[in-house]
């Protein structure tokens, strides 16, 4: 059983930085490939980013490549999601989650933990 618990999100102006952490229960976190996902107001939870387990491989969206960064700490049983030049389409309630070696990254079906969700709202 993992539990996960995501913090970090809140209100940012369009261009601004967020970092949003998710800290993992359970002693296998590093079996886990971790991802995030958001769902945008009237819109279907979407993938954003994971890093597998083992290699750290990271995977992201197109609409987030080269602006979000995705990290874990194995030791401290953590990810992370480094959001820079935010905007206003960012603006969504961003879970994470963990698939048990998990290797279909985007697929929200493939997760087996997920937490409650931070809100993220970004101002135009």
């Known amino acids: 059983q993992v539990q996960l618990l995501e913090s970090g999100g809140g209100l940012v102006q369009s261009g601004g930085s967020l970092r949003l952490s998710c800290a993992a229960s359970?002693?296998?976190?590093?079996?886990?490939?971790m991802g995030w996902f958001r769902r945008a107001p009237e819109k279907e939870r979407e993938f954003v980013s994971a890093i597998s387990w083992g290699s750290g491989t990271t995977y992201y969206a197109d609409s987030v490549k080269g602006r979000f960064t995705i990290s874990r700490d194995n030791d401290k049983k953590m990810v992370y999601l480094q959001m820079n030049s935010l905007k206003p389409e960012d603006t969504a309630v961003y879970y994470c989650?963990?698939?048990?070696?998990?290797?279909?990254?985007?697929?929200?079906?493939?997760?087996?933990?997920w937490g409650q969700g931070t809100q993220v709202t970004v101002s135009s």
């Open positions: 989650a963990a698939d048990h070696f998990g290797n279909t990254y985007y697929a929200e079906g493939s997760y087996d933990y």
């Open positions: 359970g002693r296998t976190f590093s079996r886990y490939t």
